[in-house]
């Protein structure tokens, strides 16, 4: 692995998700196991701006890769949208000596290290991490495991009171762009309907399906909903319309929210988060840059970032029918 990189900066950016810690542990520890210093620059593209860097080495990374949120933490930084502001970024990268850096995050993050690479020529890797499951070139993003995980876990619970009061509820989990979470959950969970932003299911066909639950005997319903559906203006619209053209429905409405960005990340993240660090230090070693790892059946791949943003992941297909085969 002969390369001139001898000083990795890493780290988060944008919304927090579970597994970012086991990457940046793995990220850490592969650059100890190959000898190249390793450095965190915290609060993402913000830090990097300030020169908010702190060296890291193999111990100080203990005990995270269970944790959820991340140590480096996090920040949305509008001035690095601008030339200045990333003139101003590198200009500290190169005053610490770091000669590459690993993003974790998710769209918005991996478009500003590909500008960052385009006009300075650095190099750069990114590690998908955000709970909507929603970008190209990877089966899985970090975080979207756990994220239904802790939805189901939720939805188990909240069904416990509705079958106690033969109540209808509406779950609001996150997806303002895609439904990756509701269609998963929602089936993990057994829901009776999951309306999602990439289907229009309309008012009508969701009355029909829960006037059938209530024919075949069932005393109550969840309805899982992605926060971008468009059946109603939001979930509330969506109680108020059931209880004005259902009556006998008692509707309530639980929005899960920011819960589903928390919590320990399940095996499956932990494992999946470091993989993928060893993957980016050592593409980066290897003199590849401007790519995102990922992972599809079963093998990690890397793709052009350009490639990875150009447009959400589609749903699944097979998924669909099978949820609607299990809401009969």
């Known amino acids: 692995m002969a390369s001139e990189i001898k000083k990795i900066g890493v780290f988060t950016s944008g919304g927090d998700s579970p597994g970012m810690n086991a990457a940046i542990r793995s990220v850490v520890r592969t650059c100890a196991y190959l000898k190249i210093e390793c450095v965190g620059i915290y609060r993402g593209y913000q830090g990097m701006i300030e020169g908010d860097f702190k060296t890291l080495d193999a111990r100080s990374v203990n005990n995270i890769i269970n944790k ?3 140590i480096l933490k996090s920040a949305r930084c509008e001035e690095f949208r601008t030339k200045q502001g990333r003139q101003k970024a590198y200009d500290q990268l190169i005053k610490e000596g770091i000669d590459a850096f690993v993003v974790i995050g998710g769209n918005g993050s991996f478009h500003g290290a590909m500008l960052f690479n385009q006009e300075f020529g650095f190099p750069v890797m990114g590690i998908p991490g955000t709970i909507d499951n929603d970008i190209l070139g990877t089966s899985y993003t970090l975080g979207f495991d756990t994220a239904i995980n802790t939805v189901v876990e939720a939805v188990d619970k909240i069904r416990d009171t509705a079958s106690s009061h033969n109540r209808l509820f509406f779950v609001e989990v996150m997806g303002r762009d895609v439904g990756h979470i509701a269609l998963n959950a929602g089936v993990g969970a057994g829901a009776e309907e999951i309306l999602i932003p990439e289907q229009n299911l309309g008012l009508e066909r969701l009355l029909e399906s829960l006037k059938r639950s209530k024919a075949s005997g069932k005393s109550s ?13 939001n979930v509330f619209e ?9 009556p006998i429905y008692d509707v309530r409405v639980s929005v899960l929210g920011h819960m589903q960005r928390g919590g ?65």
């Open 238 to 246: 969506l109680k108020e319309y059931v209880e004005q053209h259902l």
């Open 221 to 233: 319903s969840i309805v899982i909903v992605a926060e971008g559906d468009r059946t109603g203006k």
């Open 264 to 328: 320990n990340p399940t095996c499956y993240d932990r494992v999946l988060a470091s993989r993928m660090g060893v993957k980016a230090v050592e593409s980066l070693l290897e003199g590849k840059s401007n790519y995102m790892v990922g992972i599809r059946d079963t093998k990690l791949v890397l793709t052009p970032i350009a490639d990875a943003i150009k447009a959400h992941t589609e749903i699944d297909e097979e998924l669909l029918r099978v949820s609607d085969i299990m809401t009969t």
């Open 68 to 70: 959820g949120g991340t």
